[in-house]
C-alpha cells in the first residue's frame, strides 16, 4: 500500500516541487520527501483539513487562515491554506528565513546536507528526522527529480514512476530472496 501512497504523492506534487526549486533554490527531492513525512503522504488528519503538508506552525508573522491541532502540544497553532500548491510555496517561503540561510550555499543536489541542515536549524522535534528524510529521498529515488526541470515534467514522470515501482519490488524481491535462500 506504501509504495501506491508514494506514487500517488508523487504525481500529484512533483510539478510543484520542481517549479518551486526553480524559484527558491530547494531541492525537489527535499520538498517532496518532506511533504510526505509531514503529511503522511497527504493522508494525515492535518493535511486533509489544512492542505497544510509541511506541518508549518502559525508562528508571530501569519496573518492568514489558522486551524489548532494536537502536535508535540495541544492545541498548536497550525496554518491553513487553500491548496496544496499554496501550502509548498509557503514552504519555500518559509524556509527563505535567516535560520535557514546556510542550506542556500549547498549545492541543489546535496539532498543530504538539506536534510542534516534542516534538523540542525530546528524545522523538526524528531531527533531522526534528517535521517528519515535521507531514507524516503532514497527509498523513491526522489533526488532524481532534483535534476528535472518543470517544462515537460508530465510526460517524463510516467518513466520515473515505473523506476520507482521497480525499484521497490526489486528490493522487496531482493529480500525474500535472502530469506528463501537462508532457509534453504
Known amino acids: 500500500m506504501e509504495i501506491q501512497n508514494v506514487i500517488e504523492y508523487v504525481k500529484k506534487y512533483a510539478l510543484f516541487a520542481v517549479e518551486e526549486m526553480e524559484k527558491f533554490g530547494i531541492p525537489a527531492s527535499i520538498k517532496l ?5 509531514e503529511s ?8 486533509k483539513a489544512t492542505n497544510n503538508h509541511f506541518g ?3 508562528g508571530k508573522t501569519w496573518r492568514g487562515d489558522v486551524y489548532y491541532h494536537d502536535d508535540d502540544l495541544p492545541k498548536e497553532c497550525f496554518r491553513k491554506y487553500n491548496s496544496v500548491r499554496e501550502s509548498f510555496h509557503d514552504h519555500s517561503k518559509f524556509l527563505k528565513q535567516s535560520r535557514y540561510s546556510e542550506l ?5 543536489k546535496d539532498y543530504q546536507g538539506w536534510a542534516t541542515g534542516l534538523k540542525k536549524a530546528g524545522y523538526a522535534t ?17 533526488w532524481k527529480l532534483d535534476q528535472e526541470t518543470s517544462q515537460g515534467i508530465e510526460k517524463r514522470l510516467n518513466n520515473y514512476l515505473i523506476k520507482i515501482r521497480n525499484s521497490r519490488s526489486t ?3 531482493s529480500f525474500f530472496y535472502k530469506i528463501f535462500r537462508f532457509f534453504m
Open 33 to 37: 520527501g518532506q511533504g510526505m513525512l
Open 40 to 47: 503522511s503522504f497527504g493522508n494525515s488528519s492535518l493535511a
Open 56 to 58: 508549518i506552525k502559525c
Open 104 to 108: 542556500f550555499f549547498l549545492k541543489k
Open 126 to 142: 524528531s531527533f531522526q528526522y534528517d535521517d528519515r528524510l535521507i531514507d524516503q529521498i532514497e527509498k523513491y529515488l526522489l
Open 171 to 173: 528490493i522487496f524481491d
